[in-house]
C-alpha cells in the first residue's frame, strides 16, 4: 500500500489517512476516558473469514482484496481486544483507514469514456463542429484526446475522502452526512466534464496557444479546488456541529458497572487475536505456498484447411502485454491476413499475470489507437464467449481485434470471472494456467465482411490453438 502511494499521485493521500485516524481519536479523548476496556473476546472469531477471504485474493494475487482484508482485520482486532464500548467511541476514525486502499482504478475507463462522450456533446451544443474517434476528438483548430489524467477519477476519490470526513466533522444527522457524501461522489463528474470543456474551449477560442500543455493539469486542480470550496460553503449552511453529539448507545458511563476487564483477560483476547489473525499467512505459505514459476513456452501450431500460414510478419501493430510471454503467427486466406497473438506468463517475471489486459490495445506512444470499444458474443472452440473488441487506427490502416482468456479451459473476457476461475484452481479445482488469445485482421476484408471473416478464422484456427494449451508443459530449467 505505501509503494502505491509513494508512485501514484492519484492515492498519495493514503500517507494522510492514518494520521487523520489518530487525530480523530485524539479528538474524542474526553469521551475515552472514563471507559475501561472489556474485551469482547468472541469478535476475534470474525478474524477467520477475513483471514480466508485475505488468503483467497493472496492466491490469485488481488491485492486491493488483500488490503481491504488487511485494515478489517485492524479494525476487528481493536475491536475485539478493547471491546464494544470503547469500539463503538471510536468506529468512525477506525473505518476512515479504509480510505489508505488503493482502489479506483477501475473507474478510469469508464470515467474516460464518460468525460470524451459528454465533452463532445457540449462542444457540439456550443455549435463547434467537432469529429470523434473513441477517445480522439478534433475541432476545426486542433485535437484533443481524453488520456488517464482527465477520467477525473483522482477528482472522485480526493472529494469522497475529504467529504466524508468534512461530514462527519459538520453534521450530526445521519441523513445530512449521507447526503453530503453522494453530493461530494457526483459532484466532480459533472465538474470534471465541465472542466475537460473549459480546457478545450480555451484552447480552441486562442488558436491551441493556451491549455494545451501542463498548464491545462493546473487550470484542472485549480477549478477542482474551486468546486470543493463552493461544496463545503454551501454545506456550511446547514451544518450542526454546534449541537452536541448524540451518545453512542451503550457507552454512557456508569461508574459502578464500568468495571474493564480483568489483566489476564485482556491478555488472553490479546494473544487469541494474533494467533486467529496469523491462521491464514500460515496456511498462504506452508500449505498452499507461493503460485509455480516454472518457465514455459507456447509454439502455435500450424494451420490446415482455407487458412495457410503466411510469412507477414504484421502492420506494426502489438497489443500490450502484462505477462513477458508471447506467441504471434499470421495466417493468409485469399487477400485476407489474419493474425493470432497468445499472451502467457512465462515465469521470467515473478506474479506477472495476463488477466487485467484483455480490453488493453494499444500503447500510448505506439502511433495507433483505439478509435472504438465494444463487447459482443463469438463462437468459440468450447461455445459462445464474450470477447472484447477494437477498432484500432494507425499508420499501416484500421484493424479489428478480439480478445479474451482462457483459464483452465474456461474462456471469458471477464476479468472477475478469470479471478474466480484462477482461485478454484489453485485451491485445486481446476488447471490454474491463463493465456490471453487475440486475433486481428484488417477492418476492410478484400472478401467480405470482416467481422465475419475473423468469426470465420476462429472457428477454423483456434480450436488448434486450444489443443495446443491443453499440452504445453512447464520447460526445463
Not at 472504438?372 to 490502416?397: F, M
Amino acid at each position: 500500500m505505501v509503494y502505491i502511494w509513494s508512485r501514484s499521485d492519484t492515492f498519495a493521500h493514503g500517507f494522510l489517512i492514518l494520521p487523520i485516524s489518530l487525530w480523530l481519536i485524539w479528538t474524542r479523548r474526553d469521551l475515552l476516558l472514563p471507559i475501561n476496556p472489556r474485551p469482547a473476546w468472541w469478535v476475534g472469531l470474525l478474524l477467520l473469514p477475513l483471514g480466508f477471504g485475505w488468503l483467497l485474493a493472496w492466491l490469485v494475487d488481488v491485492a486491493v482484496i488483500q488490503q481491504f482484508a488487511l485494515v478489517a482485520m485492524m479494525i476487528v482486532g481493536v475491536w475485539a481486544i478493547l471491546g464494544h464500548k470503547l469500539g463503538a467511541v471510536v468506529a468512525f476514525p477506525l473505518f476512515f483507514l479504509f480510505f489508505a486502499v488503493p482502489i479506483g482504478e477501475g473507474l478510469v475507463a469508464p470515467m474516460m469514456e464518460f468525460t470524451a462522450t459528454s465533452t463532445v456533446w457540449m462542444i457540439e451544443m456550443t455549435g463547434i463542429p467537432v469529429y470523434r474517434e473513441g477517445l480522439f476528438f478534433t475541432l476545426p483548430t486542433g485535437s484533443w484526446s481524453v488520456v488517464e489524467a482527465c477520467s477525473g477519477v483522482r477528482y472522485i476519490i480526493a472529494s469522497i475522502t475529504v467529504g466524508v470526513l468534512y461530514a462527519y466533522l459538520t453534521y450530526r444527522s445521519l441523513t445530512r452526512r449521507l447526503l453530503f457524501i453522494l453530493v461530494s461522489a457526483i459532484m466532480p463528474v459533472f465538474a470534471n466534464t465541465v472542466r475537460a470543456y473549459m480546457i478545450v474551449m480555451l484552447g480552441h477560442m486562442s488558436d491551441m496557444t493556451i491549455a494545451t500543455g501542463a498548464d491545462h493539469l493546473v487550470y484542472g486542480w485549480v477549478f477542482f479546488g474551486l468546486v470543493i470550496f463552493l461544496l463545503f460553503w454551501v454545506g456550511s449552511f446547514f451544518r450542526e456541529d454546534h449541537l452536541d453529539e448524540a451518545p453512542v448507545q451503550g457507552t454512557a458511563v456508569d461508574r459502578e458497572s464500568n468495571a474493564g476487564g480483568t489483566n489476564q483477560l485482556l491478555l488472553a483476547t490479546f494473544i487469541s487475536t494474533l494467533l486467529l489473525a496469523g491462521v491464514a499467512p500460515l496456511l498462504a505459505h506452508e500449505v498452499f505456498g507461493p503460485a509455480s514459476a516454472s518457465r514455459s513456452s507456447v509454439r502455435l501450431p500450424a494451420a490446415d484447411g482455407e487458412f495457410r500460414r503466411s510469412g507477414f510478419t504484421g502492420w506494426g501493430w502489438s497489443a500490450p502485454s502484462r505477462v513477458s510471454g508471447q506467441s504471434a503467427a499470421y495466417f493468409e486466406a485469399g487477400e485476407d491476413v489474419f493474425g493470432v497473438i497468445v499472451q502467457y506468463p512465462d515465469g521470467t517475471l515473478v506474479g506477472a499475470d495476463p488477466i487485467g489486459s484483455s480490453a488493453l490495445f494499444t500503447r500510448d506512444d505506439s502511433g495507433w489507437r483505439v478509435t472504438a470499444k465494444d463487447k459482443i458474443e463469438v463462437e468459440g472452440p468450447d461455445g459462445a464467449v464474450v470477447v472484447d473488441v477494437a477498432q484500432i487506427k494507425g499508420r499501416s490502416g484500421k484493424l479489428l481485434a478480439w480478445s479474451w482468456y482462457v483459464v483452465g479451459g474456461i474462456s471469458t473476457s471477464n476479468d472477475y470471472h478469470a479471478k474466480l476461475q484462477q482461485t478454484l484452481a489453485r485451491l485445486g479445482f481446476g488447471d490454474a494456467a491463463t493465456y490471453r488469445i487475440i486475433v486481428v485482421t484488417p477492418l476492410q476484408s478484400p472478401l467480405g465482411n470482416a467481422p465475419a471473416r475473423l468469426q470465420e478464422f476462429v472457428a477454423e484456427y483456434i480450436p488448434l490453438v486450444y489443443q495446443t494449451l491443453r499440452q504445453v508443459t512447464p520447460a526445463a530449467e
